[in-house]
């Protein structure tokens, strides 16, 4: 069965870092893109950015860049999103979702994904 | 505010249709293919169409996508009380080289 698991909910201080994991299995690690995307408390979807295990090649929302950082380890067919300095700004609902494509995105389509990893952060 | 536009809710009754509508630009819908997602109540949202108008498999034929030019449909005819959920339209925008989501419309079946 192909499916993604992410690690579990986190509760964290401003300014505190933190990474979140996505574990792959069922399907061939390196040759799909994993994405990340945020739902803050009763709102939509906001894709944040994507990897390709292959090659670590990264992409970014401009609206994440420099905000988080996206990363995996081919190894452990495990894929993260971090941060360094938290706000109260990045509680949320966190989805790791594998991206099917034939290449350049046009057809792109997020077609598993993880259960969600909650993170609130809080003074 | 999100690139691509849908009603913030719909309505119907059990066993008819619905349809939800995504409205985007030309460099979004306009060039690209749309996906749809459907999230349940506490739940990760689900892949229910893709290249517009294809089914992963296990999605029933009730669920139907279609795109014309700038916008794209989703229809749910047979309507069932499980069918209440938000549901995303998604594509690719070429212009910001990034995925994008619309806003998502709940769906009541009344």
């Keep these: ?9 986190e509760v964290k201080k401003p300014g505190e870092s933190l990474k979140i994991s996505c574990k792959a299995s069922g399907y061939t690690f390196t040759t799909y893109w994993i994405g990340w995307v945020r739902q803050m408390p009763g709102k939509g979807l906001e894709w ?8 670590f090649d990264t992409r970014y929302s401009p609206s994440f860049q420099g905000q988080v950082t996206i990363s995996a380890d081919k190894s452990i067919r495990t894929a993260y999103l971090q941060w360094s300095s938290l706000k109260a700004s990045d509680t949320a609902l966190y989805y790791c979702a594998r991206l099917q494509t034939s290449g350049d995105f046009r057809d792109e389509a997020f077609d598993i994904w993880g259960q969600g990893t909650m993170v609130t952060v809080s003074s | 505010q999100s690139v691509l536009t ?12 619905v349809t939800i509508s995504c409205s ?10 749309v996906s749809w997602y459907q999230q349940l109540p506490e739940t990760a949202p689900k892949l229910l169409i893709y290249d517009n108008n294809k089914r992963p498999s296990g999605i029933p034929d009730r669920f139907s996508g279609s795109k014309s030019g700038t916008s ?10 499980g069918d209440e959920a938000d549901y995303y339209c998604g594509t690719w925008d070429s212009s910001l080289s990034t995925v994008v989501f619309g806003g998502g419309t709940k769906l009541t079946v009344l």
């Design chain 2, 24 to 33: 985007g630009s030309s460099s979004t819908i306009g060039s690209n293919y």
């Design chain 1, 48 to 55: 944040m950015g994507i990897i390709f295990p292959g090659d």
């Design chain 2, 72 to 81: 794209a449909t989703l229809d749910i005819t047979g309507l069932q009380t």
């Design chain 1, 1 to 9: 069965e192909v499916q993604l698991v992410q690690s579990g909910a």
């Design chain 2, 6 to 17: 849908q009603p913030p809710s719909v309505s119907a009754a059990p066993g008819q249709k």
